[in-house]
């Protein structure tokens, strides 16, 4: 079975300020990993992937996430936060079906 | 290029009435999914189609929702009848390939039903 978690419901962080986003996962196999993001009344949109290769993924927006085989993790990081920053975001894996977690409010703060 | 199109972006309806929903996926997208996706929860897969054919409806409620892409581009999905659990999102995506499990999906805005 495949499934992630999102520990955090809410991230709250201030304006330039580095954030986090956790993210853990669980499948049998090798995780093909993916973040998106979702504004109000809007679809989810696709933000950077792990498939192979370097640990360190560089994505749209200048998100990055890391992948740790040994942690099951692949946390979404940003080095300077900014208030339109402020959305959902979603961890999701595959193979198979792409499995969402429940996602994780981020509120950056002026 | 265009993305994923729905309609319509909001219905309300009493439950035991039916609704339908369309999809338009990215041109030359052979996957399309159909997810719902509840208030203060991720999306859950309800049906996934390659071209017209069904790759996954394990997590389709098939009592009372059905859905449809008959020339494997647009497809459909409908409830009949609706109960007041499935006020949700129900989101399409679309993406390249089936076997491609390192595309992302593409999503559509979707549609808020609300069952009253």
């Known amino acids: 079975a495949q499934s992630v978690a999102q520990p955090e419901d809410q991230v709250n962080v201030a304006e330039g300020n580095p954030l986090t986003v956790k993210c853990t996962y669980s499948?049998?196999?090798?995780?093909?990993l993916f973040w998106y993001v979702q504004y109000p009344n809007r679809g989810l949109q696709f933000l950077l992937k792990?498939?192979?290769?370097?640990?360190l993924v560089k994505g749209s927006y200048g998100f990055e996430a890391e992948f740790n085989k040994s942690q099951t993790s692949f946390h979404l990081k940003k080095p300077s936060a900014l208030v339109s920053d402020s959305a959902l975001y979603f961890c999701?894996?595959?193979?198979?079906?792409?499995?969402f977690g429940a996602g994780t409010r981020l509120t950056v703060k002026p | 290029e265009a993305g994923v199109a729905q309609s319509p972006r909001y219905k309300i309806i009493e439950k035991r009435q039916s609704v339908a929903f369309w999809c338009n996926p990215i041109?030359?997208?052979?996957?399309l999914y159909w997810y719902q996706q509840i208030l203060g929860q991720g999306p859950k897969l309800l049906i996934q189609?390659?071209?017209?054919?069904?790759?996954?409806d394990s997590q389709l409620p098939k009592d009372r929702f059905s859905a449809e892409r008959l020339k494997g581009v647009d497809s459909t999905l409908k409830i009949q009848p609706a109960k007041l659990e499935d006020s949700a999102v129900y989101l399409c995506?679309?993406?390249?390939?089936?076997?491609?499990?390192?595309?992302?999906?593409?999503f559509g805005n979707g549609t808020r039903l609300t069952v009253t």
């Open positions: 995506a679309s993406s390249f390939g089936w076997a491609a499990y390192n595309s992302p999906l593409h």
């Open positions: 499948v049998s196999g090798n995780p093909y």
């Open positions: 792990y498939i192979t290769g370097d640990n």
């Open positions: 999701a894996v595959r193979p198979k079906d792409m499995r």
């Open positions: 041109s030359g997208h052979a996957t």
């Open positions: 189609f390659q071209n017209n054919g069904v790759v996954d």
